[in-house]
C-alpha cells in the first residue's frame, strides 16, 4: 500500500521541481537580459573658443565742451548744425572791439616803455663819459645805470601785458580743438556769454574711431585672466564683436584698448574698453550695445551635456560614466571651467573619449552608494561634432 501510495506521488513531485528549476532559470535568465537602460554621451576632444557676452555703452573718443574763455556778445556762429568740424576751425566770433581796444593800447604802451629805454640808455651812455672826467659824481652815474635797468623792466611788463590783450583778442574767435562731430549750438547771435561760463556753447565729439565702454564683474573678470585649471591660446589682433540691440552684427570687428584696474565700489564691476573703425558713423554715443569678446581657445576641450552632471550633498559635481565592460562608474569632484547652451566645460575628473552617462540616472543610485552596477546604453553614443559647437558658440549671442 505504501509502495503503491509512494508511486502516486512521485510524478507530482518531480513535476513540482521541475516547474521549479524552470521558473528560477526564468528569473535568472530575466534578470541577466533587464540591466537599466541608459544613453550616453561619448567625450570627443573639440577646439572651444572662449567667447563672453558683455554689456556695452558707446562713448565718443574724444569730447570737446566748447565754452568761451572772455565775456562778450556772439557776433556769428560760423558753423552748420550737425555737421562735421576741423581743428582749428572758428565756430564762433565774439564781440572784439573792447578786446582790439585794449590791445590797441598795450602795443602803445610798449612802444613807450622802448623810448624812455632808449632815452635811458643814451643818458647812461653820457654819464659814463662825464664821470671819466669827474665831472659827475658816481653817485650820479649809478643812479642813470639804475634808471637804464628800470627801463628795460618796464619794456618787459608792457610787452607782457601787450600778449595778454593779443590773447584776449585771438579768444573772442572759438575754435573747434578737435576733429570731429558738432551738434546743436545752445547760444545764437546776440547772446552774451561769460569766460569760464558752466555751460558749453556746443560740443564736439570724434566719432572715428569709437569706444564702447564694457563692463565685468570683477570675480568673473579674474576667472577668466587666472583660472590655474583651464589653459587658453589667448586671441590675436581683433577679438571683439559688436552686435546691436536688434541682433544685428556690426561689420567690423574691433580691439581692447585698455582694462581697468580698478573695481567700482557700487557696482563691483570693472571696466574694459574696445575700440572701433566708425568711418560710416553708424555707432553712436549712448547707444546701448552687446559686445562679444573673444578670450581664446581650449585646444581639446572636453564638453558634456549638462543633463548628464549633477552635484551631491557636498556640492560636487558629479557623473555616472558607462565603462566598456556595461559597468557604471560613479566619479565625483568634477571641476567646471564655464557653460554654453546646455554643455559644461570639464577642466578635470572626465577624460577624451569616456561615456558620460545623461538619461537613466535615477536608476543608477545604488552606484552612489559604493554597489557595484552594470547599464545597457540603448542607442549609438551621441557625441558633439566641431562645426556644431562652432554653431552653438555663434549664436550664443542672440
Known amino acids: 500500500m505504501r509502495f503503491n501510495k509512494l ?53 565718443a573718443s574724444q569730447i570737446a565742451e566748447i565754452r568761451p574763455q572772455v565775456s562778450g556778445i556772439v557776433l556769428n556762429r560760423e558753423f552748420e548744425e550737425s555737421s562735421n568740424v ?21 602795443v602803445a604802451s610798449v612802444a613807450s616803455a622802448k623810448a624812455n629805454a632808449n632815452i635811458a640808455q643814451l643818458t647812461l651812455k653820457r654819464y659814463a663819459g662825464l664821470l671819466n672826467t669827474k665831472s659827475i659824481s658816481q653817485q650820479e652815474y649809478d643812479k642813470a645805470a ?20 593779443k590773447v584776449n583778442l585771438d579768444y573772442t574767435k572759438v575754435y573747434s580743438p578737435i576733429d570731429g562731430y558738432i551738434g546743436k549750438s ?37 576667472k577668466y585672466l587666472q583660472d590655474e585649471n583651464i589653459i587658453y591660446e589667448p586671441a590675436q589682433g581683433d577679438n571683439v ?40 558713423g553708424k555707432i553712436l554715443p549712448g547707444m546701448f550695445v552687446k559686445p562679444q569678446l573673444t578670450l581664446g581657445t581650449i585646444k581639446n576641450a572636453v564638453l558634456v551635456p549638462q543633463q548628464g552632471i549633477t552635484s551631491n550633498q557636498k556640492g560636487q559635481y558629479t557623473a555616472k560614466i558607462l565603462k566598456p565592460d556595461n559597468t557604471v562608474e560613479y566619479r565625483q569632484d568634477i571641476k567646471i571651467y564655464t557653460g554654453i547652451s546646455g554643455y559644461w566645460v ?10 558620460v552617462i545623461t538619461t537613466g ?10 554597489q557595484p552596477m552594470k547599464a545597457q546604453a540603448v542607442d549609438k553614443p551621441a557625441t558633439l561634432s566641431q562645426e556644431q559647437l562652432d554653431n552653438i558658440i555663434k549664436s550664443s549671442v542672440k
Open 361 to 370: 540616472l535615477l536608476n543608477l543610485n545604488a552606484v552612489e552608494r559604493g
Open 346 to 355: 570639464v577642466t578635470s575628473g572626465i577624460d577624451v573619449g569616456e561615456q
Open 186 to 222: 545752445s547760444v545764437t547771435e546776440g547772446a552774451l556769454v561769460s569766460a569760464g561760463q558752466p555751460a558749453p556753447l556746443a560740443l564736439v565729439q570724434q566719432l572715428d574711431p569709437i569706444y564702447v565702454d564694457m563692463t565685468e564683474a570683477a570675480t568673473r573678470y579674474n
Open 7 to 59: 508511486l502516486l506521488t512521485l510524478p507530482v513531485a518531480l513535476t513540482s521541481l521541475l516547474l521549479l528549476a524552470s521558473c528560477d532559470n526564468n528569473q535568472s535568465q530575466d534578470g541577466a537580459g533587464q540591466l537599466p537602460k541608459v544613453t550616453v554621451f561619448k567625450v570627443e576632444p573639440l577646439n572651444y573658443t572662449l567667447k563672453i557676452n558683455l554689456p556695452g555703452r558707446v562713448v
Open 86 to 106: 576741423k581743428a582749428g576751425q572758428s565756430l564762433y566770433q565774439i564781440d572784439p572791439a573792447i578786446y582790439q581796444a585794449n590791445y590797441d593800447s598795450a
Open 241 to 280: 564683436e559688436l552686435f546691436f540691440n536688434d541682433g544685428s552684427k556690426y561689420a567690423l570687428p574691433g580691439n581692447i584698448k585698455f582694462s581697468d584696474m580698478t573695481v567700482n565700489e557700487t557696482t563691483g564691476t570693472v571696466t574694459l574698453r574696445s575700440q572701433f573703425s566708425n568711418a560710416e
Open 146 to 165: 639804475a634808471d637804464a635797468k628800470q627801463a628795460e623792466a618796464s619794456v618787459l611788463v608792457a610787452q607782457a601785458a601787450e600778449h595778454a590783450a
